[in-house]
């Protein structure tokens, strides 16, 4: 009796880590690419051409663009690093509540259905910053 507890709290476990990573894939649209040099430098020529800058405004707002997205892409790389390190904190007290309901032999097959679980269902890797 104890065993068919254990297994439907693993299934149930398992399950609604599926349908949460599941439902977050179809609802998150995929991040855009990471900006780059070249795309950048478009952009501003096509705003500098509609707006019919000055080559002076053109240099000066480039800079501004410049030195605010360095700021931007600083901030987005702290909140990505304080929200990983959230997630991490829930996964671990997570682990720990199964950890003191299971068996340790029953926590060491559940770690083993979670690995199996991540090889057939791998979270795409972020993007690298800072390009």
């Known amino acids: 009796m104890k065993h068919s507890k254990v297994t439907a709290l693993l299934a149930t476990v398992l399950l609604t880590f599926s349908l949460a990573t599941t439902s977050r894939a179809q609802t998150d649209p995929a991040p855009p690419p990471p900006p780059t040099k070249e795309r950048f430098q478009e952009h501003m020529d096509k705003m500098a051409e509609e707006l019919q800058l000055t080559p002076e405004q053109k240099t000066q ?26 997630m991490d904190a829930l996964r671990e007290s997570q682990e720990k509540a199964v950890r003191g309901i299971l068996t340790a032999d029953q926590f060491t097959h559940y770690q ?3 690995e199996a679980h991540h090889k057939q269902h791998p979270h795409p890797p972020h993007p690298p910053q800072g390009q």
Do not use: I, S
Not at 67 to 86: C, D, I, P, S, V
């Open 61 to 86: 707002w480039t800079d501004v663009e410049l030195r605010f997205f360095e700021q931007r892409q600083n901030l987005h790389e702290a909140m990505r690093k304080a929200e990983k390190g959230k």
């Open 112 to 114: 083993k259905m979670v």
